[in-house]
């Protein structure tokens, strides 16, 4: 073969990380190459020969730069951050704090069914939506959260409404989420859900054993109601002429201890429920977990051997022909195989807190995001940025509980971070830091979300080093997205 010097005057920015006899290099433009030992060396000492393969695509991806190169790749970093230039899109209203279930996870800071002191007003929803239409994104997402946000469905109505009339004079798009267990389900909510095109969202823990023990509800099992309305919404969105393979109840899961052994058997609830998305989440020490986080926590290291198992699970049903993807990865393989902007909030940085999404208590207060809500569950009002009413949308953005964080969790400024191989995919939490390890800014080495974070992508690149062309292609397939607009779009 041809060979040739390369000079690495030429050489950018990289990040390195070791797989077996191969080294991961990363730039920030998010393109990654596997090298050999031998060639990684010889690059850095500025002796590297190599095939002309090597060349060009140390070239083809960056990593080797020339004077013309240099605008296209501050295109490509621009597309990969274009989300700092938009504005908060998610805001979540959390519309009650009262709830009819006792999960033994739960982070919201549940009341009872009779605490309607715990409910948002009129006033402060129209307040709330006042602030959210003041973001200069061109389209807004409202969530709805609890609680039990059915519990407090008359404002749900308000927001939907007076936020549809608002999209039409405002010139804005705006989509609806709602987050539910579904147990105060009915036909009219649904009915008026339906027909104003929110898109809904329950939780799902497995099979009725497990998801039962984990969201426990007085008079009822948990699993057979949620069931139960998930397919009667499924249904009617097939009545609408949705396309069912993106109009349909979306479903989270929540890992504890009684779920690391039965990953096969989780995913094929999921399977059977007509789900193609499952998302394999650990416990998070917010809000009225905390007091249970002893008895319910696991280690990074046991929650990882559990996603390995199951990940390889998912990716054997893959093979054979069977739809259903894994979202953690998912949203990894996003930045790694395409120049997409990550469009969730803790994989960004600086992370969307504050400035990409915005979270509206009941009682006014605003606060970074939905966790930031949480720590003020457990009394501590550390990352509430505002109050709605005495706050406008500048007060907020510019609160100086917004700057904190964003400095906070800006990668390339953060020791350990600035220099791992992972930085163009990964994200921090403030909030997960200063819960876990009394900081703001993560200490790394001793930080269990690093450790699962770096350890799913441990795995993740491993099988595409090591699974050759045809799991590379399969795993392409999870980054495609669709335009969210045709969910509600009618199939032709």
């Not at 999960?103 to 006042?130: E, H, K, W």
């Not at 798009?173 to 095109?197: H, Q």
């Not at 993740?460 to 509600?488: P, Q």
Request: net charge neutral.
């Amino acid at each position: 073969m041809k060979k040739l010097r390369i000079s690495n005057s030429r050489l950018g920015k990289i990040r390195f990380r070791r797989f077996g006899d191969k080294y991961l290099l990363t730039n920030d433009w998010g393109r990654f190459v596997f090298v050999s030992e031998e060639d990684f060396q010889a690059l850095l000492t500025d002796k590297l020969t190599s095939n002309a393969d090597l060349s060009e695509e140390l070239t083809k991806k960056g990593f080797l730069l020339d004077h013309n190169a240099k605008t296209q790749w501050a295109d490509v970093y621009k597309n990969r951050k274009e989300h700092l230039f938009k504005g908060p899109l998610l805001h979540i209203f959390v519309v009650t704090l009262r709830c009819d279930h006792q999960c033994i996870y739960c982070q919201a800071g549940r009341r009872p069914m009779n605490s309607f002191s715990y409910d948002m007003s009129p006033q402060t929803a129209a307040a709330s939506l006042d602030i959210a239409f003041s973001s200069p994104s061109p389209s807004l997402t409202i969530e709805f959260q609890g609680g039990e946000p059915l519990a407090n469905f008359d404002i749900v109505r308000q927001v939907i409404e007076e936020g549809r009339k608002r999209e039409k004079t405002e010139g804005k798009t705006v989509y609806f989420t709602l987050v539910s267990n579904l147990s105060l389900m009915d036909e009219e909510k649904l009915k008026f859900l339906i027909d104003n095109r929110v898109q809904i969202c329950t939780s799902l823990d497995g099979p009725k054993k497990v998801h039962d023990k984990n969201r426990p509800k007085t008079n009822f099992d948990s699993y057979d109601l949620t069931t139960h309305w998930m397919e009667k919404i499924n249904d009617a969105y097939l009545k609408e002429g949705l396309d069912p393979d993106l109009a349909h109840v979306g479903a989270l899961l929540t890992v504890t201890k009684d779920s690391l052994q039965r990953g096969p058997e989780i995913v094929d609830e999921y399977l059977k429920r007509g789900l193609k998305v499952i998302h394999l989440r650990p416990l998070q020490p917010f809000g009225f977990a905390e007091k249970t986080w002893k008895k319910q926590s696991y280690s990074a290291r046991e929650f990882l051997d559990f996603y390995e198992k199951t990940f390889d699970y998912i990716l054997d049903l893959n093979k054979k022909g069977v739809e259903i993807l894994e979202k953690t990865a998912s949203l990894f393989l996003s930045g790694i195989l395409t120049d997409k902007g990550s469009d969730y909030m803790d994989l960004r940085s600086p992370c969307g807190a504050g400035i990409g999404q915005i979270a509206y208590n009941h009682d006014g207060r605003v606060y970074t995001c939905d966790e930031g809500r949480m720590v003020g569950t457990m009394g501590d009002d550390i990352f509430c940025i505002g109050e709605v009413g005495k706050s406008n949308y500048q007060d907020i953005i510019n609160h100086p509980g917004v700057r904190s964080v964003c400095v906070a969790s800006c990668l390339e400024s953060l020791p350990e971070c600035t220099d791992c191989a992972f930085l163009p995919y990964c994200g921090v939490c403030p909030v997960f830091s200063y819960v876990t390890q009394g900081d703001l800014f993560p200490h790394c080495p001793s930080c269990d979300r690093c450790a699962i974070q770096k350890g799913i992508l441990d795995i993740v690149f491993n099988r595409l080093l090591t699974g050759g062309e045809a799991i590379k292609t399969l795993l392409k397939r999870w980054t495609i997205k669709r335009d969210r607009s045709s969910v509600y779009t009618p199939r032709p």
